[in-house]
Structures are given as C-alpha cells and as structure tokens.
C-alpha cells in the first residue's frame, strides 16, 4: 500500500486542496484511496466539540465511510499544546493513537494520503513533526512550496535535509509568471543538483489564489448593504484605509483584486476607495452604515458594499483567515485543483 504524506514549508501554500486533490486522481485511476489528518491544526467549534475543517471537506469530497476522531486522531488546539508543556499528554500514547487509527482507515486500501499539519514543522513540541508523523507511518514525503525567488529554496533545503530519504520530491505551487523561467531554468536544475526531485509545478491561478465578494462576506459575518452591486468579483489581498484620502488613493490604485477595510464613518476614505479600479468590494466596520450618497456611488460602480459590526483590527483578522482558508472549501476548487495537477504532477508515477 502506498503511503503519502503532503506537508508544507509554510502554512497556506495550498497542502489541503493538494493532498484531496491527489487522493481523487488516484480514485479516478481506480485506486481505493483513504486520507487521514493525523494533527487537526485548522479548528473550529461545531456541537461543543473542537474539530479541523479539512478532515471534513476530504470526508466528504472522497466519500469516505469514517469517524472523525479516526480522521484526525491528534486536534492540535492551543489547549492540546498548554497540556503537552504540563505534562498531562504522553508523546509515546500520542504516537500510538495515530498508528492505531491509521490502520483502521487503511484498511483495504491501495493509497493512504496524509495530510500535515500546518508546515513541516508544526507538532514538534509534542514529538509529532510532519517528518515525525512520516517515520511512525512509514510514509512517502511530498513537500508543497512556493517560489517567488531564490530565498526559498533555503526552506526546500531545510525540509529536505530534515526529510532525507522520505522526501519524494517538491512540488511548486501558486507561482507567478514572473518567477517561473527563473525556477525552471535556474531553481529546479540546482535542486536536481543537490539530489532534490521537482514533481511539478501548479502556475497561480486565479480561482485558487481567490474567493468570492460573497464567500468572504460569509467568512467574516458581512451584511450586504448594496442591493444592485454584484458579488461575483474575486479578493486576493485587501488595504486598510485608516490614512488621509491622498495618501490611500495612492495605496489604493497600486493594488488589485482587493477588498478595502475602514471604518464605516470614515465616508472620504469609502469616496476615494470606489475611485480606484482595482477594489473589488468595501469592507466597513463598527456597524456604522454608509452615507446614501456613497451606497449610490457604490452601485454605480458596480461594487459590493459589507458592513461588519466588529472594529477595524478584528475584522483584519477576520479577512485575513477567510481569505487564507476560503480558497479550499468547495469540491469547485479542488476540482480545479485536479486539473492543474493533472498538467504537472504524473499520479502514475507517484504512486508506482
């Protein structure tokens, strides 16, 4: 049976969306394929219980028959790490936790995909690295990166070394077409150099490094306030409009794709903000409702106005985690997923 465990040199590069994305290939192949979590590290709070959104999109996506308890063995929550610095969890039980579950969901399988746990590093402090969890499973390593330039290899290097001979290879993910002859002509050949596979590489794409006006007014508790403005533009990135009105239009017209957060008073900000072409909706806080005349600018303009009770520094929060975890929550971007893998990544030979 094939083991393959998906980490990361950072967190957000893409590993969830990956790690099904690679499974459901291998299912299309014919394969019977299982997945498993073994450290929950993307939590939320569902029926009094703290549980990893991941663990339940792959259940779902894949259609497995399992326990989420099975899926994720270890929910490494902030609590699950003050108990670890008491002493009140064992790393050796932990261990064997994970093994035990593991076996369960293999069972009959012909490919377990592993899903790690933030980055390469995450879990050390309970003696459950990525690099650890492979050895206790005897698993394959596949290391997701990205690349803007040649100060990342140095993490590829780090992981590598701490890997050996687990280390299946690196795939490259989100890279921009500036970067990429620089990577393939002058990255890939010096890792090759120093005995480092690249297994392929995902060029950034729009639907996967974005989400939806709408998605992130569900992300962060938004209330519509424009009724004509539609929703369907996409967010990459947003800019915080808590300077003078020259000085954000400047910052304003530099970006793209951006939701831009103010304060719900701060109506010249708001003005200036649907002046630039590159913002895609209006993020206001402190539940302060905008003047008629900027709603009616707005609608002109064709863009989405929200109104967030919270203040200005929560809701930068709030943005920043719905923008770094909305992108792999449907079956639509896992399946687009798929389709890039299935230009760069060889599922054959990965799993020969």
Same mark, same amino acid.
């Given at each position: 049976?094939? &083991?393959?465990?998906?980490?990361?040199?950072?967190?957000?590069?893409?590993?969830? #969306?990956?790690?099904?994305?690679?499974?459901? %290939?291998?299912?299309?192949?014919?394969?019977?394929?299982?997945?498993?979590?073994?450290?929950?590290?993307?939590?939320?709070?569902?029926?009094?219980?703290?549980?990893?959104?991941?663990?339940?999109?792959?259940?779902?996506?894949?259609?497995?028959?399992?326990?989420?308890?099975?899926?994720?063995?270890?929910?490494?929550?902030?609590?699950?790490?003050?108990?670890?610095?008491?002493?009140?969890?064992?790393?050796?039980?932990?261990?064997?936790?994970?093994?035990?579950?593991?076996?369960?969901?293999?069972?009959?399988?012909?490919?377990?995909?592993?899903?790690?746990?933030?980055?390469?590093?995450?879990?050390?402090?309970?003696?459950?690295?990525?690099?650890?969890?492979?050895?206790?499973?005897?698993?394959?390593?596949?290391?997701?990166? &990205?690349?803007?330039?040649?100060?990342?290899?140095?993490?590829?290097?780090?992981?590598?070394?701490?890997?050996?001979?687990?280390?299946?290879?690196?795939?490259?993910?989100?890279?921009? *077409?500036?970067?990429?002859?620089?990577?393939?002509?002058?990255?890939?050949?010096?890792?090759?150099?120093?005995?480092?596979?690249?297994?392929?590489?995902?060029?950034?794409?729009?639907?996967?490094?974005?989400?939806?006006?709408?998605?992130?007014?569900?992300?962060?508790? *938004?209330?519509?306030?424009?009724?004509?403005?539609?929703?369907?533009?996409?967010?990459?990135?947003?800019?915080?409009?808590?300077? *003078?009105?020259?000085?954000?239009?400047?910052?304003?017209?530099?970006? %793209?794709?951006?939701?831009?957060?103010?304060?719900?008073?701060?109506?010249?900000?708001?003005?200036?903000?649907?002046?630039?072409?590159?913002?895609?909706?209006?993020?206001?806080?402190?539940?302060?409702?905008?003047?008629?005349?900027?709603?009616?600018?707005?609608?002109?303009?064709? !863009?989405?106005?929200?109104?967030?009770?919270?203040?200005?520094?929560?809701?930068?929060? %709030? !943005?920043?985690? #719905?923008?770094?975890?909305? &992108?792999?929550?449907?079956?639509?971007?896992?399946? %687009?997923?798929?389709?890039?893998?299935?230009?760069?990544?060889?599922?054959?030979?990965?799993?020969?």
């Amino acid at each position: 049976m094939k &083991r393959i465990l998906v980490t990361s040199t950072e967190p957000s590069t893409g590993k969830t #969306a990956i790690t099904i994305a690679l499974a459901r %290939r291998a299912q299309q192949a014919g394969n019977a394929v299982g997945y498993m979590k073994p450290k929950g590290t993307r939590l939320e709070s569902a029926v009094g219980k703290t549980r990893d959104e991941d663990p339940m999109l792959a259940r779902e996506l894949l259609d497995l028959d399992a326990e989420m308890h099975e899926l994720e063995p270890v929910v490494y929550s902030p609590t699950f790490v003050q108990e670890m610095l008491r002493g009140r969890e064992d790393a050796t039980a932990l261990r064997e936790r994970i093994t035990e579950n593991f076996e369960t969901l293999a069972e009959g399988q012909d490919a377990m995909f592993l899903e790690g746990g933030g980055q390469l590093w995450t879990g050390g402090i309970a003696e459950l690295t990525d690099a650890d969890v492979a050895e206790v499973l005897d698993a394959e390593v596949v290391l997701v990166s &990205r690349y803007s330039d040649a100060g990342d290899l140095d993490d590829v290097l780090a992981a590598a070394e701490t890997l050996g001979d687990r280390l299946t290879g690196v795939l490259f993910n989100a890279v921009d *077409g500036v970067t990429l002859d620089e990577l393939n002509e002058d990255a890939i050949p010096f890792l090759r150099g120093r005995g480092i596979e690249t297994l392929g590489v995902v060029e950034r794409d729009e639907q996967l490094a974005s989400i939806s006006v709408a998605e992130l007014g569900d992300g962060i508790g *938004g209330t519509l306030v424009t009724s004509d403005a539609p929703t369907d533009g996409r967010v990459e990135r947003f800019a915080v409009g808590a300077m *003078g009105s020259g000085s954000a239009l400047e910052q304003f017209r530099r970006t %793209r794709n951006a939701a831009v957060i103010t304060g719900g008073d701060r109506s010249d900000i708001q003005t200036t903000a649907l002046e630039a072409s590159g913002v895609e909706c209006l993020v206001l806080t402190g539940g302060y409702r905008p003047s008629q005349a900027v709603v009616g600018k707005a609608e002109d303009r064709g !863009v989405p106005i929200l109104l967030v009770q919270s203040d200005t520094s929560t809701t930068i929060d %709030r !943005v920043e985690e #719905a923008l770094r975890t909305g &992108r792999t929550r449907s079956e639509a971007t896992i399946e %687009r997923m798929e389709a890039l893998l299935g230009d760069s990544v060889d599922i054959d030979t990965l799993l020969s």
